[in-house]
């Protein structure tokens, strides 16, 4: 008995363990938002397979974000400015962080 | 009824700009302005260039094309050596990839030479600048860093990394330990 329920277990957390890797890829950052009040907006993801396949490492390592997670202060404020995300996300090397493109970087 | 039928020299002391009789002056002409501008023709409406957005690229469709590992994940080396991806080297459209570096350094843990490693700069160089890793990861100095493999699965030296972009340490033993069977 014990051991038919230990073996369901098992199914079950393999299972939960396929189904949550089905959508995300490695490396993909889901961002903490430090900031209260804005808690109805889906924190970003960043897919880290999407750049890669575009750009090799060291163009955004170490000079736009450093390599340690949480260090980098990232806000939509610095984006439109021109920092972090928007040194590429300007509607010029890739889309702008617009009101239309939200759904594309924050999503569940 | 009175006031109409009084003497004129009263009417124009009682009011003003009534001239005695036999000094009207001409009445000025009155000129008015315009009650509406006069009618101009409208501009024509300026040629409004429509900006399609950009078609996207389907890049789950580009990953889903790229070579797998045996866990599943992406093989990345063998996407970008057998040319699958071309990552680009810049931002600037002119910029130029850095010399990679061919060296490999062996590692040899005390009192375990089975697990011996050899850490290829190559495929790392291919991808990475030399500041990504040194000296604020790994420094200059061979032997120098207390690598261990307990340290690379809680994040630190290689699992900067590998784990989180590259390949996990835990199920890629025989990618680094060559020694080991595959």
């Given at each position: 008995m014990t051991r038919k329920a230990l073996r369901l277990a098992l199914i079950v957390m393999v299972t939960l363990v396929l189904i949550r890797n089905v959508d995300a890829e490695p490396g993909d950052i889901k961002f903490t938002r430090?900031?209260?009040?804005?808690?109805d907006i889906a924190p970003a993801i960043f897919p880290h397979w999407v750049h890669r396949l575009q750009f090799k490492c060291h163009v955004c390592h170490d000079?736009?974000?450093?390599?340690?997670?949480?260090?980098n202060p990232i806000t939509m404020d610095a984006i439109e400015k021109?920092?972090?995300?928007?040194v590429c996300h300007?509607?010029?090397?890739?889309?702008?962080?617009t009101f239309e493109a939200c759904t594309r970087c924050h999503r569940e | 009824m009175s006031a109409c039928t009084a003497p004129p020299q009263l009417v124009s002391i009682l009011f003003e700009?009534?001239?005695?009789?036999?000094q009207e002056v001409p009445p000025e002409p009155v000129v008015r302005q315009p009650r509406r501008p006069p009618y101009q023709a409208p501009k024509p409406p300026p040629i409004v260039e429509m900006q399609e957005e950009a078609p996207r690229t389907d890049w789950a469709a580009l990953l889903a094309q790229l070579p797998k590992e045996?866990?599943?994940?992406?093989d990345w080396v063998r996407a970008l050596n057998e040319k699958f991806i071309e990552p680009k080297?810049?931002?600037?459209?002119k910029a130029e990839d850095e010399p990679m570096l061919d060296l490999d350094v062996e590692l040899i843990p005390k009192g375990a030479p089975d697990f011996k490693v050899a850490y290829p700069h190559k495929i790392h160089t291919q991808i990475l600048a030399c500041t990504n890793c040194h000296p604020?990861?790994?420094?200059?100095?061979?032997?120098a860093d207390p690598i261990t493999m307990e340290k690379i699965f809680a994040g630190?030296?290689?699992g900067r990394c590998h784990g989180k972009v590259a390949f996990d340490a835990v199920t890629g033993c025989p990618r680094c330990h060559l020694a080991m069977p595959k």
């Open positions: 430090k900031e209260a009040g804005t808690e000079a736009i974000f450093v390599m340690k997670a949480g260090v021109g920092t972090y995300c928007g300007n509607g010029k090397t890739a889309f702008q962080a | 700009k009534v001239p005695p009789p036999g045996t866990g599943g994940g992406t080297p810049g931002l600037d459209p604020a990861i790994f420094q200059m100095e061979k032997g630190e030296y290689c």
